[in-house]
């Protein structure tokens, strides 16, 4: 069932109406739709309280913590010999797939903690009329407050799994040898370094953690959930304010493939 809002489609006229004039003009220039559903529909005019658009708190120090653990990041990337030995059109498909998860380990590696708060209404005014500078279909997603709790629910949960150093270099080894990513040339190979970092995974939690027979599979399985962030919530939130309107992915392969 579709999730819908209850909230009444005039709030945000009465409150913001210069961003009331410009989404509504935005409107007018799509297909005809039926303006007050569509009103309802809207993420942004959205006023139920998961779906209020945020941005940081404290900006500048979270921003440039989130800077940090991301050039660890692809250091850590980089310093691997066998992601060395793969075709660079394999790096690069490694690289977009894996960039966002691997983040997030990092971030709950460094124990980054952050807060939101709701976004003001004359940033939200900037980002539309950037938005509508850009070609038709390229408008960015807006970081909800429903998508940074499940950002912040899943390190929470790696908290409480407390993982010592190793075996966060195993996960991230594991979730960057994904062979299920699309157009991959070196499959078998990429396959057969993901069992090598799940097997080195589990040999260092039963080492650790010997009582704990169920350790691994919650590690893999919390790590599964990181795939539910979008990067484009990651982006929206910690770098948007640094990079500007920039593309992170080609600064990270940048990064990447700069020797």
């Not at 790096?91 to 903690?113: M, N, R, Y």
Request: include cysteine; hydrophobic fraction near 40%; glycine fraction near 2%.
């Amino acid at each position: 069932m579709e999730d819908r809002c209850n909230c009444l489609a005039s709030s945000d006229r009465l409150s913001n109406p210069i961003l009331y004039k410009i989404l509504s003009q935005m409107d007018n220039s799509k297909a005809s739709q039926d303006n007050f559903n569509y009103h309802l529909s809207a993420p942004h005019r959205c006023n139920c309280e998961l779906r209020r658009t945020v941005c940081l708190k404290r900006p500048a120090e979270i921003c440039k913590e989130a800077s940090t653990v991301l050039v660890k990041t692809v250091h850590f990337m980089k310093n691997l010999p066998a992601f060395n030995q793969l075709p660079p059109s394999d790096q690069f498909l490694l690289l977009k797939s894996c960039w966002t998860p691997l983040f997030i380990l990092g971030l709950a590696q460094e124990h980054v903690d952050f807060e939101v708060t709701d976004t003001p209404a004359d940033s939200m005014l900037k980002k539309i009329l950037l938005n509508c500078q850009d070609s038709p279909g390229m408008e960015r997603e807006q970081p909800t407050k429903a998508g940074v709790s499940k950002l912040k629910s899943c390190l929470k949960k790696f908290w409480s799994l407390d993982l010592s150093p190793k075996e966060y270099a195993y996960l991230k080894g594991t979730t960057i040898f994904n062979p299920d990513v699309p157009d991959l040339k070196a499959v078998l190979f990429i396959e057969g370094l993901q069992q090598e970092a799940q097997h080195a995974l589990s040999e260092v939690v039963q080492l650790l953690h010997p009582g704990d027979q169920e350790r691994f599979a919650r590690l893999l399985l919390t790590a599964s959930v990181l795939q539910s962030i979008t990067p484009s919530l990651i982006t929206e939130v910690f770098f948007r304010p640094v990079i500007g309107q920039a593309d992170l992915l080609e600064l990270l392969a940048d990064m990447l493939f700069c020797r």
